[in-house]
């Protein structure tokens, strides 16, 4: 008899070869139909992995994610039968699960829609016939000759030793595969081919072109429907095609990833500024401009030349290598130390919004998800040992005030701690790691650890939040750093008249202003609310002898800084009202002979809601309000 011990602590006694799968059954017939692939002593195996001796298990279902992987791995083998099937001159290479989903590799002329339509009938044949999938171990010399005719599968068989290799079958298709998988195909309940694209063997340029299809699958059709259906709605707040209805911004092929804002954009970029240095200012930040190229020495001195050259944009310069800044940390270095400091100058809060460049590879950029060229909120806070948890705990609460307050947006807390390659000692990162840990407590905020994650200088606050389609980004941090400044030996005087070295704390409110444009404009669907909106206001005069008051209103709005535009083309009131909407203009004034006659506006929103008639300067007043509190609820 061999003992399992369950993630609850529970032991008990099973026979010796037994498998995940027959102990789910033991437990309940529901609860094996839905286990997907388990854990034994936190090593992922199928469900009919036999276990010969004492053991800690782990049954995953597929809303785990190991087990919404193995789910989508197993997906993908379906989806190769289903093509060798249909397209026998198809050569299978890979097919992995990704974030969502799943994509396997051909080398094939590309895939049409009507392709997948079939496709997607026989995978529907290859799930209602119920194949088990085994798992085999063969020889090297066995997988080669399994594998004859396949190119690709040969390289990989290559790159093994003489140790046994894993393939696994179902039903005539075999695949070269570490596994796991799920027990049968029936476990794949509905799923959905979405599209094809190329890719190159092993995402080298050099190598041949290959045809990918991607795919989602759940085990219920419901959670494919709800999927889809956020897909669609996703599409919908695409902010790429958000950007291009509004004007916000553009990209050209001359400058890839670099986004262009344009008259629109720029006002939310800069509206989004003004917000930040407001609370700058009410929170003693410093802000400086930086230079954006500096001398390689400068990155050997930080470390980022041995950690970070390949995402730097390198130039020679009087016969000297520089590079493009990727990021502040260092100039703000060389502004601390541009003079003496005393204990009493501490904390020194300095900010920066300077444009960034990282070499980020083409195939990865995305819209403002995605860029080369950015600017972040970056700030970067000199203190002593004795000021950090104050300082991390204000910055937690700068931080909630900014995305919960303000934007409504949930946010999710990590400690990333030290990784595999780090600058500095074992000491000082758990110091460092204690420290934020205690301003995570002290602030009242539930966190989760993320284990070597931290940067390589020092541990961080990592900081996910959720938009509204349930999607979650990384924008906000908060980095704890006792290497750079023993680097670049930045230090005050203390109390004590003796020299110590500072500690510097990095941090990112909004992160990346544009992902962070991104990720408000697909979050508000281009409806913005009243303070960031490019044109607040759209006067619409029904007829030319309402435009000179129109003109009147104009100039008293923009006196106060509201943002207020005239059509006064010469269009029905129902189209210019209709295109006003399709702007997202938060507030449309119609003015006819009454509005004239009353100093009155009409009102309309972008809801097709009809507030009707008040007074302009009532109106006017309660505006500046909703602008003044930033406020995401319509004063009307």
Not at 79 to 89: E, G, I, S
Not at 216 to 236: G, M, N, Q, W
Not at 304 to 331: R, T
Not at 520 to 545: C, M, N, T, Y
Request: hydrophobic share 40%; charged share 30%; aromatic share 10%.
């Amino acid at each position: 008899m061999i003992k399992i011990t369950f993630p609850d602590g529970a032991v008990k006694e099973y026979q010796e070869g037994t498998t995940p799968l027959d102990i789910a059954k033991s437990i309940s017939e529901g609860l094996a139909r839905a286990c997907v692939a388990a854990k034994i002593n936190d090593v992922l195996v199928d469900m009919t992995f036999k276990i010969n001796e004492d053991a800690k298990l782990i049954l995953l279902k597929f809303d785990a994610k190991e087990g919404k992987e193995v789910f989508w791995h197993s997906s993908a083998h379906v989806l190769a039968q289903a093509v060798t099937r249909l397209f026998p001159k198809a050569v299978p290479t890979i097919g992995p699960s990704i974030e969502n989903g799943f994509y396997y590799d051909f080398d094939h002329e590309p895939f049409t829609p009507e392709d997948l339509i079939l496709i997607e009938k026989e995978m529907d044949k290859i799930v209602n016939e119920r194949l088990p999938i085994v798992r085999k171990e063969i020889s090297k010399s066995e997988a080669e000759k399994l594998f004859k005719s396949n190119e690709f599968k040969q390289e990989i068989i290559e790159e093994y030793s003489d140790s046994a290799l894993t393939v696994y079958e179902q039903g005539e298709y075999s695949d070269l595969c570490r596994g796991p998988h799920l027990p049968n195909t029936s476990m794949i309940k509905a799923f959905k081919l979405t599209k094809v694209s190329g890719a190159y063997w092993r995402g080298d340029a050099t190598n041949k072109s290959l045809a990918r299809i991607y795919g989602i699958s759940y085990p219920d059709k419901k959670l494919l429907t709800e999927y889809l259906t956020l897909i669609e709605e996703a599409e919908k707040r695409d902010h790429r095609k958000i950007g291009k209805e509004l004007e916000l911004f553009m990209f050209h092929e001359y400058s890839p990833g670099s986004p262009f804002f344009l008259p629109k954009g720029t006002v939310i970029y800069n509206e989004l500024l003004n917000f930040i240095r407001d609370e700058y200012r009410k929170r003693n930040y410093k802000e400086v401009i930086t230079p954006q190229m500096f001398n390689k020495k400068l990155w050997e001195t930080s470390g980022h030349w041995d950690f970070y050259k390949e995402n730097m944009f390198i130039n020679i310069v009087d016969g000297q290598e520089f590079a493009l800044k990727p990021m502040n940390c260092p100039s703000h270095l060389l502004i601390f130390k541009n003079s003496t400091k005393s204990y009493k100058d501490l904390p020194l809060r300095i900010a920066d919004f300077c444009m960034l460049h990282r070499n980020e590879l083409k195939g990865v950029l995305g819209g403002l998800m995605r860029v080369r060229k950015f600017a972040q909120d970056d700030a970067h806070i000199f203190c002593t040992e004795e000021q950090i948890e104050e300082e991390v705990f204000s910055m937690l609460e700068f931080i909630k005030y900014v995305w919960e307050d303000i934007f409504a947006i949930r946010l999710e807390y990590y400690l990333s701690t030290k990784p595999k390659d780090a600058l500095g000692s074992e000491e000082t990162w758990t110091k460092a790691e204690a420290q934020l840990a205690n301003a995570l407590n002290k602030a009242g905020i539930a966190y989760k650890i993320k284990a070597g994650d931290g940067a390589f200088y020092g541990p961080k606050i990592d900081i996910d939040l959720t938009d509204a389609l349930g999607r979650k980004w990384q924008c906000p941090t908060c980095q704890l750093d006792f290497n750079l400044p023993q680097r670049f030996e930045a230090e005050y005087e203390g109390q004590d008249g003796k020299k110590h070295q500072v500690v510097m704390i990095h941090r990112a409110v909004l992160g990346s202003l544009e992902r962070f444009t991104g990720i408000i404009v697909e979050h508000f669907a281009g409806k913005f609310p009243l303070w960031l909106s490019p044109v607040q206001v759209k006067l619409l005069p029904i007829a030319d002898r309402h435009v000179e008051y129109c003109n009147t209103l104009q100039k008293l709005f923009s006196e106060e800084k509201i943002r207020v535009e005239i059509d006064s083309r010469s269009e029905t009131i129902n189209k210019k009202v209709r295109d006003a909407q399709l702007e997202q203009v938060n507030y449309i004034l119609v003015i006819g002979d009454k509005e004239l006659e009353s100093n009155t506006v009409n009102i309309r929103t972008r809801d097709n809601r009809v507030v009707g008639a008040k007074d302009s300067k009532e109106f006017m007043s309660a505006i500046l309000e909703e602008i003044k509190k930033r406020n995401l609820k319509s004063v009307y």
